[in-house]
């Protein structure tokens, strides 16, 4: 009798570890997704470039976490295209291309999307650990949330006695570890293709080094970085017949500079409130701060000035959200007025 009761508390305790790690690796089977329709990259001046007698290398744009020019869904890299022009009366061979974060350590280049995400997870240890903390992911609820699954069942097992818990974890923990099992093979194994699927297009786009530009020609360079909030410099190592030379690219404020304002795309009119007209007013206006998302769309309206109070503030709420604005990053705000005449 004795041995049974141990052999339900050991199958009772396998079942919980098998709960726990099902959880906490279904957690992490979010991530990075491949977009079906890529975000439009924004042609613009290059944001940063250095030169000296024999290159001129310029950053033309850098594709950051969801940002424009976007093939992924919450990236953990970024991603730089960089032109090198041979300026010499000779070839220059670009040989490597680095970044310096803003704590001046170097970061090179990377073609695997793990190294890439570990690389991140590196750099946000580095900065928090200096007390420069700049957050470049989203949140961690899924592990928390999985922490906590896997803490109500230990906290089961260990309050119930020795013969309950084995008896009652047994009989409910087993069709739920199946459950979990079941979710986490499909989970699992959907995470693994869309993983192979990033790598093989990180490695397509990625230019392997090192590359010849000749005399008076230009060579894109595609790279792809763990994420590097405040990035302090650019570094092109290039060799040519004199020997290796190092071009810095300042990238400290260039990169950070503040988008372009969102610009007003399409809007409605708003039909005059009959509440207004029963009251005797004819005109007002409401001055409200919108909240965009990605695409522009109008998410929120927090109504900060209303003429007369109160009156037109509906109207304007509906009318507000059917307006649209150009695309940019999710969460930004602007502040429109509208007008009401009878």
């Known amino acids: 009798?004795?041995?049974?009761?141990?052999?339900?508390?050991?199958?009772?305790?396998?079942?919980?570890?098998?709960?726990?790690?099902?959880?906490?690796?279904?957690?992490?089977?979010?991530?990075?997704a491949m977009l079906r329709d890529p975000q439009p990259l924004e042609s613009s001046r290059a944001p940063a470039a250095a030169k000296d007698d024999r290159i001129l290398a310029s950053i033309d744009t850098v594709i950051h976490r969801d940002g424009a020019g976007a093939w992924t869904r919450d990236a953990e890299w970024d991603e730089y295209h960089i032109r090198i022009r041979a300026l010499s009366d000779e070839a220059v061979e670009i040989r490597e291309i680095v970044i310096f974060d803003a704590l001046d350590h170097?970061?090179?280049?990377?073609?695997?999307r793990g190294e890439l995400v570990a690389g991140t997870r590196e750099i946000e240890r580095r900065y928090q650990q200096s007390g420069q903390w700049v957050s470049a992911r989203g949140g961690n609820g899924g592990a928390v949330a999985a922490a906590g699954v896997a803490g109500v069942a230990a906290i089961v097992a260990s309050a119930a006695p020795p013969t309950i818990a084995g008896t009652a974890m047994l009989y409910v923990a087993a069709p739920v570890a199946v459950l979990a099992g079941l979710h986490f093979t499909g989970a699992a194994v959907e995470r693994m293709l869309i993983n192979a699927e990033i790598n093989r297009q990180i490695k397509r786009r990625q230019t392997?080094?090192?590359?010849?530009?000749p005399s008076g020609a230009e060579a894109s360079l595609d790279l792809f970085f763990p994420i590097t909030p405040l990035s302090r410099r650019t570094?092109?190592?290039?060799?040519?017949?004199?020997g290796e030379h190092r071009l810095d690219i300042g990238t400290g404020a260039a990169l950070l500079e503040p988008p372009p304002p969102p610009t007003l795309?399409?809007?409605?009119?708003?039909?005059?409130?009959?509440?207004?007209?029963?009251?005797g007013v004819t005109?007002?206006?409401?001055?409200?701060?919108?909240?965009?998302?990605?695409?522009?769309r109008v998410q929120n309206v927090d109504v900060i000035q209303s003429v007369p109070p109160r009156v037109f503030d509906a109207e304007a709420h509906w009318t507000f959200k059917e307006w649209t604005y150009t695309e940019g990053h999710?969460?930004?705000?602007?502040?429109?007025?509208?007008?009401?005449?009878r």
Not at 208 to 213: A, F, G, N, S
Not at 235 to 242: C, I
């Open 265 to 279: 795309v399409t809007r409605r009119d708003p039909d005059f409130p009959d509440l207004a007209h029963r009251h």
């Open 106 to 112: 170097r970061i090179e280049a990377r073609t695997d």
């Open 208 to 213: 392997t080094l090192p590359v010849t530009v």
């Open 1 to 32: 009798m004795h041995d049974a009761s141990v052999s339900r508390n050991v199958n009772c305790v396998f079942l919980v570890h098998l709960i726990a790690a099902a959880c906490i690796t279904l957690a992490g089977c979010g991530g990075t």
């Open 283 to 296: 005109r007002g206006y409401v001055t409200a701060h919108l909240t965009l998302d990605r695409k522009g």
């Open 330 to 341: 999710p969460g930004r705000t602007v502040e429109a007025k509208l007008e009401f005449n």
């Open 235 to 242: 570094q092109v190592v290039y060799a040519d017949r004199h």
